[in-house]
């Protein structure tokens, strides 16, 4: 039987009947857990029984909107206050996640959080035609109409071509790589890993994350960052491990040649060869791993927007010795 709208119930049983009355309600404990009886002869008036707040159980129901899916650890029908569970949303090849809705206002991904009620939360998945990490949404707002490179075809449906929003500010970059290769895992990135760069650079820009895809093995590529006009940088930062320092450090990714950012005026381009100096993983595995960002650094006595020529896995410090060297001699 169950209850009306108020929590009232009532049941007819025959004349001399024996048997047990338990309350059920998903997520709910109540005292007393349960009623006996023997032997029924006259009607049972006032046997209620009330909800145990402290033992109230919660339950965590997931929607979802685009193409995707969600996990959540650990996997349960309903949890006691207090317990913590992760979620995960996995999109489908064409998608990407966007962000959490409902009961948990969020973008980070796997997410972590405290069951304290019932929650009803969505997943919610963009369009990413390309696969780049960015939402054919957020290309489509960008530059020419979409068409940040100005090649005639929509960004949004080239994987070598990526258009997104810089950082915290309302303007976009647009990333391309030679045909042949493609771009994954695009991302504006306003906080750093580790923000124990130079104190000479600014990064008015924020910083930005990609893998470059399709390279070969040892091969070389490149990555060219087509910036607004009005953009102010004179210097390429990096963080990630080098060939002579393989721990985590943010250096100065001059061009020696080979490797390194090549500036002019408004557009950047960045110079790799797999395993080398500026891929993060160190490894010939056909793949560039980048997390860098333009800067402008006072103590470079240059124009705004000049090349980077300065060569090596430079410190921050050694330029400005270098000059002051100079005007010793």
């Known amino acids: 039987d169950t209850t009306n709208s108020s929590g009232y119930y009532s049941r007819e049983v025959t004349y001399g009947w024996s048997g047990t009355v338990t309350p059920a309600r998903g997520g709910y404990s109540f005292v007393p857990v349960s009623r006996s009886y023997s032997n029924v002869t006259t009607d049972q008036f006032n046997q209620d029984y009330t909800e145990n707040a402290e033992n109230r159980l919660f339950s965590v129901t997931i929607n979802v909107v685009g193409s995707g899916n969600v996990k959540i650890d650990p996997d349960k029908d309903y949890y006691a206050k207090g317990s913590l569970i992760t979620m995960t949303a996995t999109a ?161 990714f001059s061009f020696d040649d080979m490797t390194g950012a090549e500036i002019d005026e408004n557009n950047i381009t960045l110079h790799f060869v797999d395993g080398g100096r500026g891929d993060d993983d160190l490894t010939e595995n056909g793949k560039i791993i980048d997390l860098g960002g333009p800067g402008f650094n006072a103590a470079i006595f240059s124009e705004p927007n000049s090349e980077l020529d300065a060569g090596g896995d430079n410190s921050y410090g050694c330029f400005v010795e270098c000059l002051l060297d100079m005007n010793v001699y």
């Open 92 to 252: 489908k090849s064409g998608w990407l996640f966007g962000e959490w809705r409902g009961d948990l206002d969020s973008s980070d991904n796997p997410e972590r959080i405290s069951i304290n009620s019932d929650m009803t939360i969505t997943a919610v998945f963009l369009a990413d035609n390309d696969n780049d990490g960015v939402s054919n949404k957020e290309e489509n707002a960008g530059p020419g109409n979409g068409d940040g490179n100005k090649d005639g075809i929509l960004d949004s449906l080239q994987s070598n071509v990526s258009c997104l929003l810089m950082g915290n500010t309302t303007e976009y970059v647009t990333l391309e790589t030679p045909p042949g290769t493609s771009i994954k895992n695009c991302k504006a990135v306003i906080e750093p890993p580790n923000s124990n760069y130079s104190p000479d650079v600014e990064f008015l820009y924020g910083f930005f994350s990609f893998a470059v895809e399709g390279v070969g093995d040892g091969g070389s590529t490149s990555v060219t960052f087509y910036f607004p006009s009005d953009v102010r940088f004179n210097t390429y930062s990096k963080y990630g491990p080098t060939p002579n320092d393989p721990f985590d450090h943010w250096y100065e």
